[in-house]
T-cell receptor
Framework: RKEVEQDPGPFNVPEGATVAFNCTYSNSASQSFFWYRQDCRKEPKLLMSVYSSGNEDGRFTAQLNRASQYISLLIRDSKLSDSATYLC??????????FGTGTRLTVIP | NAGVTQTPKFQVLKTGQSMTLQCAQD?????MSWYRQDPGMGLRLIHYSVGAGITDQGEVPNGYNVSRSTTEDFPLRLLSAAPSQTSVYFC?????????????FGEGSRLTVL
């Protein structure tokens, strides 16, 4: 069983749409949660950390559900520039940061 | 700001050859790591280091060696390349002695083993 699982997509949505991704994790002792964005043939870059109370950064909202062991990312008012692969990452233990396989998003004009 | 620099960006090897992927960071980060990224498998941790002189294995360490003689450098050595090591390799660093915050990635090294 993978430590972190994501729906690989692809998600194809029109501009202006709202889209949500989920990511489940297997270890209930997980301590830190992140969403990364990866453009085609580029390196991943941190999009946002995910806090227990949920957090928002502009059009992006991240939520954590410890009881069900998943994190989510909501993107409102999708832009063409949001097209990318979104990776969730979960840390448990001091040095173990596990990534999901990524969910590919394409925003269509 | 250079951040995390990886070389080479592209490399083709024959089975059995050895090579070293170089990684350097100029942010004085204690934590450094190597990941490989394969289609359908995501990013998988190969080796990591929490400071100069300290290294440890990650999820998929077989066939790779690392060393950390300085804070800045963390090279990854492929001992005897195999086609299964064809992948994109990312070096990443973070403040602190673990990946507790943002992980900064290099641009990646695309390796093909024939």
């Amino acid at each position: 069983r993978k430590e972190v699982e994501q729906d690989p997509g692809p998600f194809n949505v029109p501009e202006g749409a709202t889209v949500a991704f989920n990511c489940t994790y297997s270890n209930s002792a997980s301590q830190s949660f992140f969403w990364y964005r990866q453009d085609c043939r580029k390196e991943p870059k941190l999009l946002m950390s995910v806090y227990s109370s949920g957090n928002e950064d502009g059009r992006f909202t991240a939520q954590l559900n410890r009881a069900s062991q998943y994190i989510s990312l909501l993107i409102r008012d999708s832009k063409l520039s949001d097209s990318a692969t979104y990776l969730c990452a979960v840390r448990f233990g001091a040095n173990n940061l596990f990534f999901g396989t990524g969910t590919r998003l394409t925003v269509i004009p | 700001n250079a951040g995390v620099t990886q070389t080479p960006k592209f490399q083709v090897l024959k089975t059995g050859q050895s090579m070293t992927l170089q990684c350097a960071q100029d942010m004085n980060h204690e934590y450094m790591s190597w990941y490989r990224q394969d289609p359908g498998m995501g990013l998988r941790l190969i080796h990591y280091s929490v400071g100069a002189g300290i290294t440890d294995q990650g999820e998929v360490p077989n066939g790779y060696n690392v060393s950390r003689s300085t804070t800045e450098d963390f090279p990854l050595r492929l001992l005897s390349a195999a086609p299964s090591q064809t992948s994109v390799y990312f070096c990443a660093s973070s403040r602190g002695r673990g990946p507790t915050g943002e992980l900064f990635f290099g641009e990646g090294s695309r390796l093909t083993v024939l």
